[in-house]
């Protein structure tokens, strides 16, 4: 079973707009949940994480997520879009009882458009 | 982004051939990670070394040979390759192996194998 889903291969948003980028995942216990953003031809950045504490945690470049443990999603955030922006981005969970297995999703490409 | 170094940036190499994929960290963490980036797949992760030695080993086929000599350096030795093996391969390291740690990336070496 898949531990981590991104629904959306590709997300388009307007300059100014918000953004939502979607991650749910499958894992018993708490997880532990994190963000990456990779830009062309480089490797992963870390984003943000959330260990335990406040749900809304807040990252790097403005960008935010909200842990909702009943829905068991991890969705990405930003008020306000750059062009910027615009990369691959990955969820990834790792599972508590087992700190060496660490899942990634597939991806969801950010288009920001002027 | 030069705290993970990968080198090389880019490799073609014959499925008869023996290369090796070297990794260097420059953060002082003690754990490093081999992935395998493949197009529109979520990363699989390959291999797990923990002050050198392997502490994870997800199912990769035996024509890749990770070596951890000291916990700055990893390698991976590949011999015997399949196009199927075409694909990113991305280093990380992370202060120790534990979950809560972040993962930070090298830029990756893009292998194609004909």
């Known amino acids: 079973a898949q531990s981590v889903a991104q629904p959306e291969d590709q997300v388009n948003v307007a300059e100014g707009n918000p953004l939502t980028v979607k991650c749910t995942y499958s894992?018993?216990?708490?997880?532990?949940l994190f963000w990456y953003v990779q830009y062309p031809n480089r490797g992963l950045q870390f984003l943000l994480k959330y260990i335990t504490g406040d749900n809304l945690v807040k990252g790097s470049y403005g960008f935010e997520a909200e842990f909702n443990k009943s829905q068991t999603s991890f969705h990405l955030k930003k008020p306000s879009a750059l062009v910027s922006d615009s990369a691959l981005y990955f969820c990834?969970?790792?599972?508590?009882?087992?700190?060496?297995?660490?899942?990634f999703g597939s991806g969801t490409k950010l288009n920001v458009k002027p | 982004e030069t705290g993970v170094t990968q080198t090389p940036r880019h490799l073609v190499m014959g499925m008869t051939n023996k290369k090796s994929l070297k990794c260097e960290q420059h953060?002082?963490?003690?754990?490093m990670y081999w992935y395998k980036q493949s197009a529109k797949k979520p990363l699989e992760l390959m291999f797990v070394?923990?002050?050198?030695?392997?502490?994870e080993n997800n199912s990769v086929p035996s024509r890749f040979s990770p070596e951890c000599p000291n916990s700055s350096h990893l390698f991976l030795h590949l011999h015997t390759l399949q196009p199927e093996d075409s694909a990113l391969y991305l280093c990380?390291?992370?202060?120790?192996?534990?979950?809560?740690?972040?993962?930070?990336f090298g830029p990756g070496t893009r292998l194609l194998v004909l």
């Open positions: 070394y923990s002050l050198e030695e392997r502490v």
């Open positions: 990834a969970v790792r599972a508590p009882n087992n700190f060496n297995k660490f899942y």
């Open positions: 990380a390291s992370s202060q120790d192996h534990q979950g809560t740690k972040t993962q930070y």
């Open positions: 953060l002082g963490h003690n754990a």
């Open positions: 894992v018993s216990g708490n997880p532990y």
